[in-house]
């Protein structure tokens, strides 16, 4: 069986994080945050570095067990099957709203005509199929697709270097420190996403796992980075209420990007519109394929044929009935999932290493106790 490999799995890191966040992200910072919004992954990535590490250390004392086994392990045969059950239904809702803000993407820019379910439907029978592969398959595929997401953004941000108005920095930092920290608050939930890689942790090379530790300091930390850029370069093209107001300012400003001598080539947002819906289809992916690991855990099957196009086409009949708006998904997004998403991806991981922890401590104490002096 094929395994997951540390660059692969870093590479499906990356994308799970900056997929939506170099397209959402400027809009939801700027908005709260005003001119310091370029500070606002600054203040979130340390939850990224923070889930990373509860994932080591959860998975150092649990070596080669999946999610599932180790909330059974660590909670019991009840309350680690209710927090299993728990998680893949927050997976499932996530990959549901991920699912939603690519439909309304497709809709403005690429299919403004067509019927939501037949596009709903596409998605869905897309990632289905992504779903019956293994996941080393499609992270090797996901690999193409992020290297080609981070050129293109590297070519807009060069581009657009020149049309960048210093005074829409100034006065500095006019929202405040307590501006900046309601800008990095839903940045935070993107970065603790990065626990999806407990689900995939089981399948990975056992040699690999020590290059994994180097390779995801270097992603969270260029991650980062690419969000400043992006959010200064919305910043200084569009200007504060530009682009708090719209939708995807970043995609908004890639039409701004003239390549060539005299600007021969224009309007070539397409070329970043492809790589990024890939991208979020691939997250989507990843959301439902945690979603799915649980339910075979549970129910012990080998495969996702029994009941991963279940989780799939149940999600398409959510989105379209559940939300039938984009302004439903983005009250959503930016006020109720924070505390909703973090509680998941960052209090779960929390909480199972602590109780783990404390797991360990007693029955080495009470080992030690056993022992003939």
């Given amino acids: ?109 690429i ?25 080393s398959v499609f992270a090797k595929v996901n690999q193409v697709m992020a ?4 050129g293109l953004l590297g070519l807009l941000l060069i581009n657009t270097v020149s049309d960048i108005h210093i005074s829409a920095f100034t006065p500095w930092i006019e929202s405040g420190v307590k501006g900046i920290m309601r800008g990095a608050i839903v940045p935070t939930t993107w970065y603790a996403q990065i626990f999806l890689l407990s689900f995939m942790w089981s399948e990975m090379r056992p040699d690999e796992t020590a290059l994994l530790d180097r390779k995801m300091i270097w992603m969270l930390s260029g991650t980062t980075v690419l969000l400043v850029i992006v959010n200064i370069d919305v910043l200084g093209v ?26 021969y080539i224009q309007r070539v947002d397409m070329l970043f519109i492809i790589p990024w819906l890939f991208a979020i289809i691939f997250k989507v992916i990843v959301f439902y394929y945690g979603a799915c690991v649980i339910v075979r855990d ?24 559940a939300f039938p708006k984009d302004s439903i998904t983005s009250y959503f997004i930016t006020y109720d999932w924070p505390p909703y998403g973090l509680f998941f ?8 290493v602590i109780t783990s922890l404390i797991r360990f401590r007693q029955q080495k104490l009470l080992s030690g106790a056993g022992e003939p002096s």
Wanted: net charge positive.
């Fill in 1 to 109: 069986m094929q395994q997951l490999d540390a660059r692969s799995a870093t590479w499906l890191m990356f994308v799970v994080v900056s997929s939506t966040a170099t397209l959402y992200l400027p809009a939801i910072s700027v908005s709260q945050a005003q001119n310091g919004a370029w500070l606002s992954p600054v203040l979130a990535a340390p939850f990224g570095f923070l889930t990373y590490g509860l994932l080591r250390t959860l998975h150092r004392h649990h070596p080669g067990k999946s999610f599932t086994a180790i909330a059974l392990s660590v909670f019991g045969p009840v309350i680690g099957r209710v927090i299993a059950v728990l998680m893949a239904v927050f997976l499932w809702q996530a990959g549901v709203i991920v699912l939603r803000q690519l439909l309304g993407f497709i809709k403005m820019f």
């Fill in 111 to 135: 299919l403004l005509d067509s019927p939501p379910v037949i596009v709903s439907f596409i998605l869905s029978i897309t990632i289905w199929i992504a779903l019956r592969y293994h996941v």
């Fill in 147 to 150: 290297i080609a997401l981070t």
């Fill in 238 to 263: 569009l200007g504060v209420q530009e682009g708090a107001r719209s939708g995807f300012p970043t995609l908004e400003i890639a039409r701004y990007v003239q390549i060539g001598i005299g600007g």
């Fill in 298 to 321: 549970l129910l012990k099957h080998k495969t996702f044929d029994a009941f991963g196009a279940g989780l799939v086409f149940s999600g398409m009949g959510v989105v379209l009935e």
């Fill in 345 to 352: 991806e960052l209090g779960i991981p929390m909480l199972l």
